[in-house]
């Protein structure tokens, strides 16, 4: 099951990466927003990302007008490790050195035709652990108060 949530910034592409997964046969939840409607990214980053956190969803896909703030948002919440990306090679390394669980992309920066491809790569990247998984538990370190 894959978390998605968006701005109204974000809406839209969202909404083309609905039908995308949907062409896919991959399952998702959507966590609004539902219409494009002002709205503010945090709440929406945060409640979608603690799908991801409490194991109800495996990876999450944020869309804002750039993708950035959406990502900062996610990025304060425990556990999730999330990229913004708007090329293919940074949407595939974040999975094999990062083990990303958010991929962050802009409405407003990437059109639907990458986004989806972006999407797609994210999802089917394994991370490669080894040297990386050490790095990720220095980023998990920090998260937990430690001083490196
Ligand atoms: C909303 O206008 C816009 O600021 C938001 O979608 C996002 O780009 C923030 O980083």
Redesign the pocket.
């Known amino acids: 099951m894959i978390a998605l949530g968006a ?4 809406y839209l592409l969202k909404e083309e990466i609905k039908k995308f997964l949907d062409e896919k046969g991959v399952e998702y939840k959507d966590f609004g927003t539902f219409t494009p409607e ?1 709205v503010d ?1 945090a709440a929406i980053a945060q409640r979608t990302c603690m799908s991801v956190v409490n194991g109800e969803c495996e990876k999450a896909v944020l869309c ?7 990502s900062m948002a996610a990025n304060k919440v425990k556990g999730i490790r999330a990229a913004c990306c708007s090329d293919y090679f940074s949407a595939k390394y974040t999975r094999l050195h990062n083990d990303a669980n958010a991929l962050c992309m ?1 409405g ?1 920066v990437v059109g639907a035709g990458l986004a989806c491809e972006l999407v797609d790569i994210f999802l089917n990247t394994e991370f490669e652990g080894g040297r990386h998984q050490r790095r990720i538990d220095q980023i998990s370190a920090i998260e937990n108060g430690e001083i490196l």
């Not at 701005?7 to 974000?10: E, K, L, V």
């Not at 804002?64 to 959406?70: A, D, L």
């Open positions: 701005d109204h910034g974000g002002s990214y804002c007008g750039t993708g950035i703030g959406i802009g407003r």
